[in-house]
């Protein structure tokens, strides 16, 4: 056995410190960045869907760290941001989640310019950046108070009147075999998510119509696989109903098999 010099000791002791700051910084002290999984450009601006820790706040930043908006997220983890634009000076926002112990995640920077630049209506998967921006350690603006976030979904205190759903698919295009997702937002008159609505989504394949049930909590998903039987360039059509109580609202997608 090899005996330590004091000398020898004190560079084991410091580089067993190094190590264990950087385990506690990264995985204790910081909350993951939020990630994002889809978008919907519309005449509105881009909605973003998203996953972080559950019941974390999720925030959207300029580049100077000016705060553009705030929502909760689910228990589940999902969020949405909706209406994000190219007005702030920049087509670059910074996302960032904060849990309820205030341990913020490191930031991730997507770049909206592709986005607005396709046409209204598409929808793909988000283009993003390395989150290695020179931001604050919270990149929250001086305030004494917490940011006001929208709580993502929830049972209303009021009668609902309307309900209102939009769907959106992971890709335009997929191969057969290939997962497929469809993300479907439901809201009352007041544009508020609601949770507890029952979602399904039916998929017509040349052979045949098959169901498949959406799950979540405001925002409602739903992945499946294509058929390995379906024919290069067929158009899969969509057909989402979601029903709440006594309220049902309707919405359509489709796909092409490549």
Same mark, same amino acid.
């Given at each position: 056995?090899?005996?330590?010099?004091?000398?020898?000791?004190?560079?084991?002791?410091?580089?067993?410190?190094?190590?264990?700051?950087?385990?506690?910084?990264?995985?204790? %002290?910081?909350?993951?960045?939020?990630?994002?999984?889809?978008?919907?450009?519309?005449?509105?601006?881009? +909605?973003?869907?998203?996953?972080?820790?559950?019941?974390?706040?999720?925030?959207?930043?300029?580049?100077?760290?000016? %705060?553009?908006?705030?929502?909760?997220?689910?228990?589940?983890?999902?969020?949405?941001?909706?209406?994000?634009?190219?007005?702030?000076?920049?087509?670059?926002?910074?996302?960032?989640?904060?849990?309820?112990?205030?341990?913020?995640?490191?930031?991730?920077?997507?770049?909206?310019?592709?986005?607005?630049?396709?046409?209204?209506?598409?929808?793909?998967?988000?283009?993003?950046?390395?989150?290695?921006?020179?931001?604050?350690?919270?990149?929250?603006?001086? +305030?004494?108070?917490?940011?006001?976030?929208?709580?993502?979904?929830?049972?209303?205190?009021?009668?609902?009147?309307?309900?209102?759903?939009?769907?959106?698919?992971?890709?335009?295009?997929?191969?057969?075999?290939?997962?497929?997702?469809?993300?479907?937002?439901?809201?009352?008159?007041?544009?508020?998510?609601?949770?507890?609505?029952?979602?399904?989504?039916?998929?017509?394949?040349?052979?045949?119509?098959?169901?498949?049930?959406?799950?979540?909590?405001?925002?409602?998903?739903?992945?499946?696989?294509?058929?390995?039987?379906?024919?290069?360039?067929?158009?899969?059509?969509?057909?989402?109903?979601?029903?709440?109580?006594?309220?049902?609202?309707?919405?359509?997608?489709?796909?092409?098999?490549?």
């Amino acid at each position: 056995m090899i005996a330590l010099t004091p000398r020898l000791k004190l560079i084991v002791s410091t580089a067993l410190a190094l190590v264990v700051g950087f385990l506690v910084g990264t995985f204790v %002290l910081t909350v993951p960045s939020p990630r994002v999984i889809g978008f919907d450009n519309t005449a509105a601006g881009v +909605t973003i869907h998203g996953i972080t820790a559950r019941g974390a706040s999720v925030m959207a930043f300029t580049e100077e760290g000016v %705060l553009i908006d705030a929502v909760h997220a689910s228990e589940s983890g999902q969020f949405t941001f909706e209406g994000i634009g190219a007005g702030y000076g920049s087509t670059v926002i910074v996302l960032r989640s904060l849990n309820q112990g205030w341990r913020a995640s490191p930031p991730k920077r997507v770049d909206l310019a592709g986005i607005l630049g396709s046409e209204v209506s598409s929808t793909s998967t988000i283009p993003t950046a390395p989150s290695d921006l020179d931001l604050p350690p919270l990149a929250i603006p001086p +305030t004494s108070t917490k940011p006001k976030v929208d709580t993502a979904s929830s049972t209303p205190s009021y009668e609902v009147e309307t309900i209102s759903a939009i769907a959106s698919i992971a890709s335009a295009s997929l191969a057969p075999k290939a997962n497929q997702t469809v993300t479907v937002t439901v809201k009352d008159q007041k544009g508020k998510f609601l949770t507890g609505v029952n979602v399904a989504v039916v998929a017509h394949y040349p052979t045949e119509d098959v169901t498949y049930t959406a799950i979540g909590d405001g925002t409602y998903r739903i992945k499946f696989k294509v058929p390995e039987n379906i024919g290069t360039g067929t158009n899969i059509l969509l057909d989402i109903k979601a029903t709440y109580e006594s309220f049902a609202s309707t919405a359509k997608a489709s796909f092409t098999v490549k």
